[in-house]
């Protein structure tokens, strides 16, 4: 009988991802509940992502066909509540924008998938 030590089906890292889950649940829903939720529209020279009061962000941009491709930005909107991104940092096609913000000390969770023209 041959044993394999690692599992396909098991994650290494299961236990951690647990407790992710239930924080990323629990922002998710601060945010719906708090009606603090960005806005994202797309065009050809930019990305952007406006929410109602000026926050402290991390946007994570995912590409799925390829995580080199992945870039992190993070910061303070500016005073109208705005985070743009320029096109030259998204390629065209599929991306998934997870974006980590706060404001008056609470933490909110926003993903959204968007497609660069």
Same mark, same amino acid.
């Given at each position: !009988? /041959?044993? &394999?030590?690692s599992?396909?089906?098991? +994650? ?9 889950? &239930? *924080?990323?649940f629990?922002?998710?829903? #601060?945010?719906?509940n708090?009606r603090?939720l960005?806005? !994202? @529209?797309? %065009?050809?020279? *930019?990305?952007?992502?406006? $929410? ?5 962000y991390?946007v994570v941009?995912?590409r799925p @066909?390829?995580?080199? /491709?992945?870039?992190? $930005?993070?910061?303070?909107?500016? &005073?109208?509540?705005? !985070? #743009? ?6 390629? =065209?096609? =599929?991306w ?5 913000? %706060? ?7 926003? +993903? +959204?998938?968007? !497609? /660069?023209?």
């Amino acid at each position: !009988i /041959m044993k &394999n030590s690692s599992d396909g089906l098991v +994650e290494a890292d299961y236990y951690e991802k647990g407790q992710t889950y &239930n *924080r990323d649940f629990g922002d998710k829903q #601060r945010a719906l509940n708090d009606r603090i939720l960005p806005v !994202i @529209s797309t %065009s050809a020279q *930019r990305v952007l992502i406006s $929410f109602p009061v000026p926050v402290n962000y991390k946007v994570v941009c995912r590409r799925p @066909s390829d995580y080199h /491709m992945d870039k992190t $930005f993070s910061g303070q909107t500016d &005073n109208k509540g705005y !985070i #743009r991104l320029l096109s030259e940092e998204l390629t =065209p096609g =599929p991306w998934l924008l997870r974006i980590e913000y %706060s404001t008056h000390e609470k933490h909110y969770l926003f +993903e +959204e998938q968007i !497609i /660069m023209p």
